[in-house]
């Protein structure tokens, strides 16, 4: 299992205490330091079953700064979106939290217990 976590999130730091609390083993990625690639972002929008517009912080001044309100969501523009997270990970929700084929988007603790 892995979370993809930032400690300055309350959130991510919610969800990691519970897989703390849980003795859930996994490994921490602080992906704001180690950003995810292209690549990596791909395969976990497939396990998450989401598409990038979906796990992107669409009000954070960055992604107004970016325009990213005005970027057409649809397959055409799907890697343009893919791109923009990977250069501007402050803009992927979190955390997520990757545990083989699934992933989910742990921003409730429900979120969190569909995965463990």
Not at 10 to 21: G, N, P
Request: aromatic share 4%; charged share 30%; net charge neutral.
């Amino acid at each position: 299992m892995e979370i993809w976590h930032n400690p300055r999130c309350s959130k991510s730091r919610a969800a990691k205490q519970a897989l703390d609390e849980a003795g859930t083993e996994y490994t921490e990625r602080r992906y704001l330091d180690t950003p995810p690639t292209a690549a990596e972002l791909t395969e976990v929008l497939a396990k998450l079953g989401l598409e990038p517009w979906d796990i992107t912080r669409t009000g954070d001044p960055a992604a107004r700064d970016l325009g990213v309100a005005d970027l057409p969501r649809d397959a055409a523009n799907r890697d343009r979106w893919i791109r923009l997270l990977a250069g501007n990970p402050a803009l992927i929700q979190r955390p997520i939290v990757i545990d083989g084929p699934r992933a989910v988007v742990a921003r409730t603790e429900e979120s969190l217990r569909e995965i463990r």
